[in-house]
């Protein structure tokens, strides 16, 4: 098996453009744009590649086509799209990568494509594959429009790992995130918009120590009006499975305000595992008997078209990815009925299912089932609320596993293109169907190899061991002993054959030697090979096209006999 460590990471929500303006939106957590670019970047401390860009726009009155790009390190990447005018629906670049450096800066660029209009985009996604592929990588992502602000002193605010953060929530108890394989959280980040706080304001990783809630290794300390981002690239934190992880966010005496434009932190597995993460730290309201649907990633944003939080799933494979511990926390209940919540794929029914029992709170999980997702899969969650008031959803969480490519069987190379190896024993250049004794390099050309012993390249610049030659010409050759033109198509005792074509032997037991059409001159020459005999009485070999009457000939191989 070939590890492949590709994760879909994103952002989801819903936020409009403003007309006739250059803007930046996130590309992890929830959807947020601002015509500040540092406002809305993340930072990359793992480096891989990403590609498969995806866009969902449901809205757009922008008469005229509007670039989305990639931008890092406010430079502009290679993946990028184009929204038409007035276009709505899904757009993709999955022609193109952009390689990602461990501390590149990442946005969204957009640019309309008229002076009037806007258009609404609810969902971002991407591939990431880290370099190492030893490691999974997904990075998560909590924000706000236009910043969370924290200006209470000394108070300690909870915010989830993954999607709407929110400067206002004093109790941890639903903010929290279980996720269900076991990795190690490093590279805690903030990206600070502005700070007028005189003192140190701590954000501390929370996860689950003997049972309960407690701080872990990874901290910053943000200083009085420092801004910009904060780091902490040196502590880590092991997470077992079934751990809850979020974040904490404690300031110290005196006033001031410090604005906050993200929270993040990077999680590393070594089993192609990456949780999906749709959350929201305030929680999202539901109304009882309803039908809404959410997306996969970032907020957890309701919606009754359905269309507008799928997500396209572009991975290779059948299945790309096994989803599976479908989860959903809920922090208040007050439904006389059960509530469902569903994976969809395509506007239908998974088996990945949470039944959510009348007053049922807390972590609620599916660990019976898993479903295969295949590339261009179609993927969102619904819930169906039962009979009663309402209940306040705070995240839905699953885990995703990208599955490695098979190549338990592979025997024989199939790339287009190896420039080396030593022990490459099949070389099967552009494609071969099907071949149970092909032994030999089908390349177009080898420049050099002493052992080469067959060759069936148009050229070949040397080979010291050669011993079949099947160019298309030969000139001379005194030892000549095998066909190598390109079609006989019958010839049962045909030896040496040097013709461009035979078209038909019809019968000859003693055809030994066929020459080429024409031969100049020749001292020894015992046979006649001209191109017109009229009378031999000597004639024992004719190999001439045309022979009229000959009484004592022994071989006859002309095209016709009289």
């Not at 726009?57 to 890092?72: L, Q, R, Y």
């Not at 490093?186 to 309960?212: C, D, E, F, P, Y």
């Amino acid at each position: 098996m070939t590890t492949n460590n590709q994760v879909n990471i994103g952002a989801a929500g819903s936020a409009a453009s403003t007309a006739n303006t250059t803007q930046y939106w996130t590309c992890i957590g929830s959807i947020q744009k601002s015509s500040v670019e540092v406002d809305n970047q993340v930072v990359f401390r793992e480096a891989g590649t990403l590609s498969n860009l995806f866009v969902r726009v449901t809205a757009n009155s922008v008469a005229g086509n509007t670039t989305v790009t990639t931008s890092k390190n406010t430079s502009p990447g290679n993946l990028t799209v184009t929204l038409g005018s007035n276009a709505t629906g899904i757009f993709e670049d999955t022609g193109h990568t952009d390689a990602i450096a461990a501390g590149d800066k990442l946005c969204i660029k957009t640019v309309p494509g008229a002076s009037t209009g806007t258009f609404t985009i609810s969902y971002i996604s991407f591939n990431f594959s880290a370099t190492t592929t030893t490691d999974t990588v997904t990075v998560y992502v909590t924000n706000q429009a236009n910043g969370s602000t924290y200006s209470t002193a000394s108070v300690s605010r909870y915010n989830t790992i993954h999607g709407l953060q929110s400067g206002a929530n004093t109790v941890e108890l639903g903010t929290t995130c279980r996720v269900r394989k076991a990795g190690t959280l490093k590279h805690l980040s903030v990206n600070i918009q502005s700070n007028a706080r005189t003192t140190n304001t701590t954000i501390t990783l929370r996860k689950t120590i003997s049972g309960a809630q407690a701080n872990g290794n990874l901290t910053l300390i943000i200083g009085s009006g420092v801004t910009g981002f904060v780091e902490d690239n040196v502590n880590s934190d092991s997470i077992a499975a079934g751990d809850d992880i979020d974040f904490v966010t404690t300031t110290s005496t005196l006033t001031g305000s410090l604005v906050i434009n993200n929270i993040q932190v990077t999680y590393i597995t070594p089993t192609n595992d990456g949780p999906i993460i749709s959350s929201r730290s305030g929680g999202i309201v539901q109304a009882a008997s309803i039908t809404t649907n959410y997306p996969l990633h970032g907020d957890v944003v309701a919606n009754t078209t359905e269309a507008s939080n799928q997500l396209k799933i572009r991975n290779a494979g059948s299945p790309g990815y096994i989803l599976s511990n479908l989860a959903v926390y809920v922090s208040q209940n007050s439904l006389s009925g059960s509530s469902t919540l569903f994976l969809r794929k395509a506007g239908a029914n998974l088996t990945l299912t949470v039944t959510i029992a009348a007053g049922a709170t807390g972590v609620i999980e599916d660990t019976a089932h898993s479903d295969g997702i295949n590339n261009g899969d179609l993927l969102d969650y619904q819930l169906i609320t039962g009979a009663g008031t309402q209940l306040t959803l705070r995240s839905i969480i699953v885990n995703q596993r990208t599955l490695a490519v098979a190549s338990n069987t592979l025997k024989y190379n199939l790339y287009k293109q190896i420039v080396h190896s030593d022990t490459l024993l099949y070389n099967l250049k552009k494609q071969i169907i099907h071949s149970d004794t092909l032994l030999y390099n089908l390349r177009k050309q080898v420049i050099h190899s002493n052992t080469i012993k067959y060759s069936l390249l148009k050229i070949v610049n040397h080979g010291n061991t050669l011993l079949y030659n099947l160019r298309k010409q030969v000139i001379k050759s005194d030892t000549l002993k095998y066909n190598i033109r390109q079609q006989i198509k019958k010839s049962n005792t045909l030896i040496y054959n040097i013709l461009i074509s035979i078209t038909r032997v019809s019968n000859t037991n003693t055809l030994v030697y066929n020459l080429r059409q024409n031969i100049i001159k020749s001292n020894t020459l015992k046979y006649n090979i001209r191109r017109h005999v009229t009378n031999g009485r000597v004639l024992i070999y004719n190999i001439i096209i045309n022979v009229k009457h000959t009484r004592i000939t022994e071989f006859q191989l002309n095209k016709k006999r009289s």
